[in-house]
Structure formats: C-alpha cells, structure tokens
Nanobody, 123 residues
Framework: QVQLVESGGGLVQTGGSLKLSCLAS????????MGWFRQAPGKERVFVAT????????YYADSEKGRFTISRDNAKNTVYLQMNSLKPEDTAVYYC????????????????WGQGTQVTVSS
C-alpha cells in the first residue's frame, strides 16, 4: 500500500482555479491507478477523476469534464488535479486514492486514501 497526502486546497472565488497535489510514499506508486474523489458537506463521497498508471487513460465524472484535469508525475510520486472555472457546488473535501485496478471509478476499488484537502468556492 501507499500513503497519500493531499495539498493545494483553499478558498477561491467562483470562476477561479486551484491545483491539488497528492504525494505518495513508497516505491510502487507507478503501479497504481490514481483517483480523486470529493465529499461535500452532508453528502456522500463521489468520484471526480481517475488516471491509469501510465497516464494513457483518464476518466472524469460528467460534471467535471472540460473543467478538471487529472495528471501524474511518476518520477515525483505525485498526482494532480487541475480545477478551472470553479463553482460554489465544487466546495468539498477532496481526497486522492490509489487502486490496483486498471480503470477504477468506484470507491471499493481503491485501497489507499489520503486525509483530504478542503476546497471552498465562494460566490
């Protein structure tokens, strides 16, 4: 398993941008697909995006397509989430997670989770 630490959250105005980072420990980062999920206040945690181990495949939730971009740098053991055109409904705690599945989009396929980073979008 890998240990994950997210960073880059904060307060941003509607229409603004943020880039989240998730640093993984261990030497096996490149073997994992990586994903981002988010949990808004009072709601369940939901899928945002995922990227395959070699970056060849990416998948997004419909509400994030065209606004969010997931990427990774295996040399730095880091996965990123670039978020543009942010809306108040994007306010949530964002989690990164690691999976050994090739195309994971559901929580049950992810075995390691970070503690989350808060993103708040003001109107």
């Amino acid at each position: 398993q890998v240990q994950l630490v997210e960073s880059g959250g904060g307060l941003v105005q509607t229409g603004g941008s943020l880039k989240l980072s998730c640093l993984a420990s261990g030497r096996t980062f490149a073997l994992y697909s990586m994903g981002w999920f988010r949990q808004a206040p009072g709601k369940e945690r939901v899928f945002v995006a995922t990227i395959s181990w070699n970056s060849y495949n990416t998948y997004y939730a419909d509400s994030e397509k065209g606004r969010f971009t997931i990427s990774r740098d295996n040399a730095k053991n880091t996965v990123y989430l670039q978020m543009n055109s942010l809306k108040p409904e994007d306010t949530a705690v964002y989690y990164c997670a690691a999976s050994k599945e090739p195309k994971p989009t559901m929580e049950r396929y992810f075995s390691s989770w970070g503690q989350g980073t808060q993103v708040t979008v003001s109107s």
